[in-house]
């Protein structure tokens, strides 16, 4: 999808706990508005997005770029985690689109990691140190209309370390 241009920008919360950047974007004839937040002593940043959609056959994806370079990522699961290459080397892994998550995936290279945290999205896909998880899908069969209209979800960043504490 190709960038759209921001309607709105606004500080929308300054506080000793929490900072806060509200950003309203339309792209083409859907609405979204998202809260960035940042909370003091955390490294966890917080997307509270808000969609009106109106479009069909398109994914709506966020994507999170790293400079990690690892040959694997971790996605969590109904009973624990699995990983999958990174890589597109086997005709398995190109014919791969997307791997089912339950609430995060991420990506390590040494002690350093990145995460994605969602609290209702099951859709992720990594190349590389990116990684990219599917917000809204819009598919048109069984149902011509799913997807369409409002839409709450938030997801997060967390960069991390499994070093352990000097």
């Known amino acids: ?38 909370r003091a002593h955390s490294r966890r940043v917080d997307f509270v997005t808000e969609v009106d959609w109106h479009k069909h056959l398109i994914l709506l994806k966020a994507a999170f770029l790293t400079t990690l370079q690892s040959d694997e990522a971790t996605f969590d699961t109904q009973w624990g985690r699995v990983s999958r290459s990174t890589r597109r080397d086997a005709g398995f892994d190109t014919a791969r689109l997307e791997v089912p998550a339950q609430k995060w995936a991420s990506v390590s290279e040494g002690d350093q990691g990145f995460a994605v945290l969602d609290d209702c999205k099951y859709g992720y896909d990594v190349l590389g140190g990116c990684i990219r998880i599917t917000l809204i899908k819009s598919a048109t069969s069984p149902d011509p209309t799913a997807d369409q209209g409002q839409h709450h979800f938030t997801y997060a960043m967390l960069p991390f370390s499994t070093a352990a504490p000097q």
Request: proline share 5%; aromatic share 6%; hydrophobic share 35%.
């Open 1 to 38: 999808m190709k960038p759209s241009k921001v309607a709105h920008a606004a500080k929308s919360e300054k506080g000793p706990l929490r900072v806060a950047v509200t950003f309203k974007t339309t792209w083409r004839s859907s609405t979204i508005t998202q809260c960035i937040q940042l």
